[in-house]
Nanobody
C-alpha cells in the first residue's frame, strides 16, 4: 500500500511559479514510477509529467520547458516545479504512483492550482 499526499497548490498570477509536492508513505517509494496528472473543470484527467524509477522524465507538450518533475527517494517525495504558469494550467493536480510493470497504482486526493489575475 502507498499513501500519497499532495501539497503546494494555490492561487497564482499568470507568469508565476508554484512547486507541488507529493509525499508518499507505506511502501518502497523508490520502486514506483511517479506521475503528476491534472483535471480541469469539464475535462478529462491528463498526464502532465512523469518520472520513472531510473529518473527518466516525460512531459505533455503544453508544459515542456515550463514544468520540471523530480523525486527525492530519501524523502519519499516527488515534486513538480511549475514556472511561467498560464490560466490554462488551472486544474486539480493529482499525484500517481505506479508499480510498473504491474497494474498496481495509487492516487492522491489532489491539490488545486488556480492561475488567475
Amino acid at each position: 500500500q502507498v499513501q500519497l499526499v499532495e501539497s503546494g497548490g494555490g492561487l497564482v498570477q499568470p507568469g508565476g511559479s508554484l512547486r507541488l509536492s507529493c509525499a508518499a508513505s507505506g511502501s518502497i517509494f523508490s520502486a514506483y514510477d511517479m506521475g503528476w496528472y491534472r483535471q480541469a473543470p469539464g475535462k478529462q484527467r491528463e498526464l502532465v509529467a512523469s518520472i520513472t524509477t531510473r529518473r527518466d522524465t516525460n512531459y505533455t507538450d503544453s508544459v515542456k520547458g515550463r514544468f520540471t518533475v523530480s523525486r527525492d527517494n530519501t524523502k519519499k517525495t516527488v515534486y513538480l516545479q511549475m514556472n511561467s504558469l498560464k490560466p490554462e494550467d488551472t486544474a486539480v493536480y493529482y499525484c500517481n504512483a505506479n508499480l510498473a510493470p504491474t497494474p498496481r497504482e495509487y492516487w492522491g486526493e489532489g491539490t488545486l492550482v488556480t492561475v488567475s489575475s
